[in-house]
């Protein structure tokens, strides 16, 4: 176990060092629903920006979907700090669970970025609920919904690729540690 500031903070945070957490089978259980809670959380953080960029508030969506970046790295940082690889975690991660993971994230996505360019190329959100924002200037109508199509593409492709190399690399770092072992 580290003892690094880092760690030692987050355990106190998290209430991994508090008492409660000392039975092993009930520290299991509560790591676990903790486990399916950041997962559910991280969905239901995506319908929010969705919410905003349906209600025609989309710029101010822009930065909910941002913010649902902290946890993902906070927990990289935290397993990079105890020497564990996420990428190597995700990789031994069942075909089913990627696929379902995956399906769900991009359909929460696409379903962003879709009421986002309904509002830059319309002028006017899906569900007006009369939050009194101008729409903005004209001349951003047929530009900014190329720009999200043409972002969306890159971004995906970089995403495909840099799952296909992180599981290259996470394959290649458990050959290693097995030819180590022997």
């Not at 039975?23 to 929010?48: C, K, N």
């Not at 939050?131 to 720009?147: C, M, R, T, V, Y």
Request: aromatic share 10%; glycine share 10%.
């Amino acid at each position: 176990m580290s003892t690094s500031t880092f760690v030692s903070t987050a355990d106190t945070i998290s209430g991994l060092n508090d008492p409660s957490m000392s039975d092993e089978r009930e520290s299991d259980i509560v790591l676990r629903g903790t486990a399916f809670a950041y997962t559910l959380s991280t969905f239901a953080a995506l319908v929010v920006p969705i919410g905003l960029a349906l209600t025609g508030t989309g710029l101010w969506s822009i930065v909910a979907f941002a913010a649902l970046i902290i946890p993902s790295l906070a927990l990289s940082l935290y397993c990079r700090s105890e020497g564990l690889s996420m990428e190597l975690l995700a990789a031994r991660s069942t075909r089913r669970r990627k696929i379902t993971f995956w399906a769900t994230t991009i359909a929460l996505i696409v379903g962003f970025f879709a009421a986002l360019s309904f509002h830059a190329a319309t002028g006017h959100p899906l569900i007006d609920v009369g939050n009194g924002f101008d729409s903005g200037a004209p001349e951003l109508h047929f530009g900014f919904p190329f720009g999200l199509v043409v972002g969306g593409l890159i971004g995906t492709a970089v995403a495909i690729y840099s799952l296909r190399r992180g599981r290259r690399l996470a394959v290649q770092r458990e050959r290693e540690q097995r030819l180590i072992e022997e």
